[in-house]
């Protein structure tokens, strides 16, 4: 193909604006299946991903399209994730495009996520090209949504085409625009390879699969290639495009992007931002890769049958070798045994996890509660990383507790200002910026953000109703006047159910916490006390009150088979329990102070 006749590009949108939709209609456009095969969203390919319809995994699709003018083009269509949880994924999608869809919902309107990967876009220099989708809806507002597009984004979307990705209204002019107004690839064809590894995964067939961008040079099946991080050769077995079928290919050539597969054992071989080259003719430097991102939310997770402790590590190593986001290692709570504590980018990647281990590896598990990560300044003068809040050093050795404070960007209409504010307020934060874009309106916070972990964005989707929407940047540690709030289950300290929080919130969050707790513990045969403390100081209380009666006693001398069934309903009951001295503490327990706030 002629590199002028390369057109990559990624699609970019916020959740549910149609980004999916209109790469399945590109795909049936282009031939690159048959109506009967496009049953399913092609791009989302993980069960997960399809259930939730959300995109986890940057995908690429390689197109070719017969223009008007009767030229044939290739397109490498680049899947971004829309979450923002996911948001350095869309930034590694752009380092392989020219030019960026800007695909928003003309009954929506602009969204803080697709304001921040539009703008990411911009930083890379690609071509930013807007599209309205859904004019179809009744209540679409094409005109209203480009002004704004224009108004929040800054680039001009008078031209912008209106379209229907599910009636397939508009969808030829768009792959017209894509040839006419994106850039071809730049880059040397015969230069030394210089190619760019876009995302790794593992195919349990296959071994790691690396997508890659070429950009100096071509490369090709058989060849010898360097990973320049690690300076290993691996020779090239296999290497391909999706189309959106797996198509095998013999090279790979300038501007274009494929898999390769090079016998490399684990994702650590073939590190996502790397550059690769020809092993026999080097190039001298590598590409600029891209930024190392850093998990933010920490929790712990426990087998509730220790026997599984084992598997469980396996199960992480595994999940690893697709997800290099992923960190844990080894933790040892008192009250629930041996497990792992585990690094997330955020809540969304949290769930996601916690679900393939149960589902995938069939696994059981306890999850605490997340906790973000904190510098502690000891009176020794060392600053130590905390993402465990059971690790937090005695008060008496602590000069200072700084927290993680972010930038959240909040857009919404106008309406809505009032109660977001209000809410921003009780998450401790501190407005920067008030800005009306078009006929939205751009809050800008500093927020801790251990409390947007907590339940801020399901508080903001109900405050506004579901139309306000947000990002976030990290902005950095700051002091804080942070405690530890214990919780003690019949005079006993669980290590596992601590969390820090503010001095000022302690005591509704203490208050709170044993409320809930009462709710979601079982009743047992004697009196649970549940207290909260900070230090050694009891803050709050409540009482799980004593079952009268044996569940069982009305069984007795009776039928068998029906007290077998009541034990084994009991018993399914109790999968997602742990027992922590002599009392049996529920999942939700655990979690409970993800849900404190949410009742007020
Ligand atoms: N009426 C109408 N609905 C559409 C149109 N395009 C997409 N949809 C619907 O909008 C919903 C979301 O579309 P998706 O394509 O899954 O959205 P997405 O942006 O890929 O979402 P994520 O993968 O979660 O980021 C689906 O129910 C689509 O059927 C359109 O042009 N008109």
């Not at 680039?155 to 850039?183: C, F, H, M, W, Y």
């Not at 289950?489 to 001095?503: C, W, Y």
């Amino acid at each position: 193909m002629k590199q002028e006749n390369i057109r990559n590009f990624c699609i970019i949108a916020h959740i549910d604006h149609g980004k999916s939709t209109l790469a399945d209609r590109f795909i049936q456009l282009t031939g690159g299946l048959e109506l009967r095969e496009m049953t399913e969203q092609i791009l989302d390919n993980n069960p997960i991903e399809r259930e939730r319809g959300i995109t986890i995994k940057a995908q690429a699709v390689q197109l070719h399209y017969r223009a008007a003018s009767g030229e044939i083009y290739q397109f490498n269509i680049i899947d971004t994730p829309g979450h923002v949880d996911f948001s350095y994924e869309v930034s590694r999608s752009l380092f392989a495009c020219e030019g960026a869809l800007l695909v928003v919902d003309a009954s929506q309107g602009v969204e803080a996520q697709s304001v921040a990967n539009c703008y990411t876009a911009l930083e890379q220099h690609l071509e930013v090209l807007p599209v309205l989708n859904k004019v179809d809806l009744q209540n679409a507002e094409p005109d209203r949504v480009a002004d704004e597009i224009e108004q929040v984004i800054g680039i001009s979307a008078v031209d912008a085409l209106r379209i229907s990705a599910k009636t397939g209204l508009n969808v030829p002019a768009v792959l017209e625009a894509v040839v006419a107004q994106l850039p071809a690839p730049k880059g040397d064809p015969d230069g030394r390879l210089q190619a760019l590894i876009v995302d790794s995964w593992f195919d349990n067939y296959l071994g790691v699969v690396s997508l890659v961008r070429i950009v100096n040079g071509s490369i090709a099946k058989g060849e010898k290639i360097r990973v320049m991080s690690t300076g290993k050769d691996y020779e090239i077995t296999m290497m391909g495009v999706h189309t959106p079928k797996r198509v095998f290919k013999e090279k790979l050539e300038t501007g274009e992007v494929g898999f390769i597969i090079a016998g490399i054992k684990d994702i650590f071989g073939a590190p996502v931002g790397d550059t690769l080259t020809r092993a026999s003719a080097p190039c001298g430097e590598q590409l600029p890769g891209f930024r190392q991102v850093q998990p933010r939310v920490f929790a712990g997770m426990f087998p509730i049958d220790a026997e599984d402790f084992e598997d469980f590590r396996e199960s992480l190593q595994k999940l690893r070798l697709n997800d290099s986001a992923l960190q844990f290692e080894p933790e040892n709570s008192t009250a629930l045994g041996f497990g792992f504590r585990i690094g997330f980018l955020g809540m969304l990647h949290m769930e996601i996890v916690q679900e393939r281990l149960e589902r995938e590896y069939n696994l059981n598990l306890i999850t605490t509660a997340p906790s973000v990560v904190y510098e502690v300044l000891t009176t020794q003068g060392e600053v130590k990383k905390v993402d465990n809040p059971a690790e937090l050093p005695e008060p008496g050795n602590i000069d200072e507790i700084r927290e993680p404070i972010i930038v959240a960007r909040v857009l919404m209409p106008p309406d809505y200002v009032g109660s977001v504010m209000q809410l921003c307020m009780e998450k401790r934060g501190v407005q920067r910026n008030l800005r009306y874009l078009g006929s939205q309106v751009q809050l800008e916070v500093e927020m801790p953000m251990a409390e947007v972990v907590l339940d801020f964005f399901d508080r903001l989707k109900s405050v506004s109703r579901g139309y306000a929407s947000f990002e976030y940047d990290f902005l950095e540690f700051r002091a804080a006047d942070l405690v530890r709030l214990d919780v003690l289950v019949n005079g006993d300290k669980v290590d596992a159910l601590a969390t820090i929080v503010h001095r000022d919130n302690a005591y509704n969050r203490g208050r709170d916490l044993c409320e809930k707790m009462q709710d979601v513990i079982h009743r047992q045969m004697f009196d649970i006390a549940i207290q909260a403390a900070i230090g050694s100081k009891i803050i709050a209380r409540s009482t799980v009150k004593a079952l009268r009666k044996d569940v069982t006693a009305k069984c007795y001398g009776g039928d068998a088979s029906r007290k077998r069934k009541l034990l084994e309903k009991q018993k399914e009951g109790k999968k997602r329990m742990k027992q922590v001295g002599s009392v049996e503490i529920p999942q939700e327990a655990f979690l409970a102070v993800l849900g404190v706030d949410k009742k007020k």
